[in-house]
């Protein structure tokens, strides 16, 4: 089939306050037609306020293979967290 | 089952150390709990039951809707037709979700509907059963969808992520379908004796279509073990049926009517329900084509999809001509 619908990943906002989320992927000609099966796919129980469509193709993964050196970068600075440091007793609440 | 495994995948579960390191790895994160996701490696078996599952899952959800589709324009209230009309939208949704979750794996949605419109992908038996009255909604809903929440739940914990996630959302809208037909079995038990007999002679249909959901049984099925081993299956066919059975004796009860199967009492030494075998020569030959309804679902199905053509092209005709003009 030539005229395939190109895929579309939706993202929704549950609620003020909460970031988009993605919640799945549909096929659709357009951003329009992206929009109206989002919301008659994804949102028939009050799920959503706001949706984005993005097209799949859009999207740049980074890749799990890669996990390691990916993040590596982070695992090494354990002194970003703060239980790195040992704040005695008496020091009430930081 | 959605997808009812008769088949041997003909693979035998390798122990670990004869695993080459990729395989090892992979079986330690599923034993680990640990969810696969689309990128990940994974090996081609997996993959390649994962497609023919998830698909066939989708295609049912699909096919599932002709038989209570019939019954949209001759619900016996206004309410009732708004009612049933979510639930089989919701199970085009069910079939998006599926679809969606099988493109992950790398296979297209056009090839996967060419399969099920050519009769080469299988769906779900039971959606080969004939729905003659109204009383069928009731126990479609009740017997059906209740016989497919079993497998879904147990399901959420597949190892591929999408497909977990997929049936997380069909869950939450499940209950719904299961609990619009049981109240249609009730309203129709209270009723009438004509009523009452409508609905008794509907479980009497769908009772042992019901039980074939679950798939042949354990003892001459499929070697799922690697299925099992790659936990893309959660339970066993058997362990599903016993449960549905486990499940809807008492709600049969309830309803006043009587189960067709002589033989279906609870065990107290076991505490569970015995009951006995479907026949598993007419579901051999349903899964065949040879069903009540396999020839007119399929072609319902070639009929819509012949005639949605010229609008699907026309909307992606459309969208080109923005684009074209905003350039
Ligand atoms: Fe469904
Ligand atoms: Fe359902």
Request: hydrophobic residues 40%; contains cysteine; charged residues 25%.
């Amino acid at each position: 089939m030539a005229n395939d619908w190109p895929l579309w990943e939706v993202f929704i906002r549950g609620q003020y306050g909460l970031s988009h989320r993605h919640v799945g992927s549909l096929h659709a000609p357009d951003a329009e037609m992206a929009m109206l099966n989002a919301r008659d796919v994804y949102t028939r129980r009050n799920e959503g306020m706001s949706i984005w469509v993005v097209k799949s193709a859009d999207v740049t993964a980074s890749a799990p293979s890669r996990k390691g050196p990916m993040f590596d970068p982070s695992n090494d600075k354990t002194y970003r967290h703060p239980t790195f440091f040992d704040i005695p007793d008496d020091v009430e609440s930081m | 089952m959605y997808a009812q495994e008769v088949k041997s995948t003909g693979l035998v579960v390798k122990p670990l150390d004869e695993m080459s390191d990729e395989e090892r790895a992979f079986q330690v994160r599923i034993d680990a709990g640990e969810k696969i996701e689309p990128k990940d490696w994974m090996p081609d078996g997996y993959r390649k039951n994962l497609v023919r599952q998830i698909s066939q899952h989708g295609h049912s959800e699909v096919v599932g809707q002709l038989p209570e589709g019939n019954w949209i324009t001759r619900a016996p209230t206004l309410e009732r037709k708004a009612i049933l009309l979510a639930k089989v939208q919701d199970e085009a949704g069910h079939g998006l979700y599926l679809y969606s979750a099988a493109e992950t794996l790398g296979v297209s949605r056009a090839d996967l509907i060419d399969d099920l419109l050519s009769g080469k992908a299988k769906y779900s038996s039971i959606f080969n059963y004939p729905t003659l009255n109204w009383a069928d909604m009731g126990a479609v809903g009740w017997l059906v969808d209740g016989a497919a929440i079993v497998n879904q739940v147990a399901l959420q914990r597949t190892s591929y992520g999408p497909y977990s996630r997929a049936m997380v959302r069909i869950c939450k809208e499940e209950s719904f379908h299961a609990r619009q037909g049981f109240d249609i079995m009730m309203k129709m038990t209270s009723g009438t004796a004509a009523q009452k007999a409508m609905a008794q002679d509907a479980l009497n249909r769908l009772w042992w279509p019901a039980l074939m959901m679950f798939g042949p049984p354990d003892a001459d099925s499929v070697h799922s073990a690697q299925s099992m081993a790659w936990k893309i299956k959660i339970m066993t066919n058997d362990e599903g049926r016993q449960k549905f059975v486990d499940q809807t004796m008492p709600q049969i009860e309830y309803l006043g009517l009587e189960v067709p199967d002589s033989t279906a009492k609870l065990n107290p030494e076991t505490g569970h329900y015995d009951f006995s075998d479907p026949d598993w020569a007419e579901f051999f030959e349903v899964l065949k084509g040879n069903g009540p309804c396999n020839v007119d679902r399929l072609r319902a199905r070639n009929i819509a999809h012949d005639k949605g053509a010229w609008f699907r092209d026309g909307l992606m005709a459309y969208a080109e001509k923005r684009k074209i003009a905003a350039e």
